[in-house]
């Protein structure tokens, strides 16, 4: 386990156009491509005339005689595609960069073994994704990565994810089932409860409205539960000594049934224990 997180840490540090000039980006069977100098790897990248309908990106494309492996999609690849409906990712991709996949029209996703990051804003605004599936091989998701995808209902955290940024599931008000798979060391959802809380520190890192907060929980993290306006009640166990910045951000329907004094302060909950 130890060595299968180290190699994946590598090669989330190792990018393939780290140090080489890529070539102005070439259009093979649909798809816009930048290729590295080497022509060995391509990443997909942005259309200037938009993708829509199916997508395939395939393993591997034939730059004039050179096979180079289709290993990750670019930084806003699909920005704004709001006519692209569906997506099929090859199976070399490694890395899911930044807004790839922001407000598109795309209803399911199964994002394939191999991918081991999921940067920041990568399926943001997804209004109409309902299925999400994400790889064993997944280690890092960022900061809103699937933010405001509003008909999503219940997701499945891998069990060698160790990095979840923060307000990676904000705004998802229909999102009501949160599971971390078994085995995972870094975090669970202990007792059903629907969140995923940092093991180590008893922290609750994110929520859902239809998390019930375990006994045992020490933190409830910064943004844990920001716009989730579906959020109707929550019980907060006598356990919760630190609630962290913004935790119930935009939560205007909420009410905190504990023994603590909560009160607004500017735009930030703030609890005093």
């Known amino acids: 386990m130890k060595h299968f997180r180290i190699f994946a840490a590598l090669l989330l540090t190792i990018s393939p156009f780290s140090g080489i000039r890529a070539t102005d980006a070439v259009e093979i069977d649909g798809i816009f491509y930048n290729i590295n100098a080497t022509r060995d790897t391509a990443e997909v990248t942005v259309n200037p005339n938009q993708y829509s309908d199916k997508i395939v990106i395939p393993p591997v494309v034939n730059y004039e005689g050179s096979l180079c492996v289709v290993a990750s999609i670019g930084d806003r690849a699909f920005y704004n595609n709001t006519n692209l409906t ?29 991918v081991i990051a999921i940067q920041h804003h990568a399926f943001m605004s997804n209004s109409k994704l309902t299925s999400l599936t994400l790889p064993t091989s997944l280690a890092t998701i960022g900061t809103q990565a699937f933010a405001y995808c509003t008909e999503l209902t219940s997701v499945t955290i891998p069990k060698y994810v160790s990095r979840v940024e923060s307000t990676v599931f904000s705004g998802c008000n229909n999102l009501s089932t949160i599971v971390v798979e078994q085995g995972n060391t870094v975090y669970d959802s202990r007792n059903n409860c629907n969140a995923i809380i940092e093991t180590a520190k008893d922290r609750l890192v994110s929520g859902c409205k239809g998390t019930a907060i375990p006994d045992g929980i020490k933190t409830i993290g910064a943004n844990a539960f920001s716009y989730c306006r579906d959020l109707a009640s929550i019980t907060i166990p006598s356990s919760v000594t ?9 939560n205007s329907h909420c009410q905190h049934s504990n023994s603590q004094h909560c009160h607004q302060h500017r735009w930030k909950p703030v609890c005093r224990l």
């Open 242 to 250: 630190t609630i962290e910045n913004a935790a119930f951000y935009n």
């Open 86 to 114: 569906s997506v099929e990712i090859g199976e070399n991709i490694q890395t899911i960069k930044s807004y790839a996949f922001y407000h598109t029209g795309i209803s399911s996703i199964v994002i394939p073994e191999g």
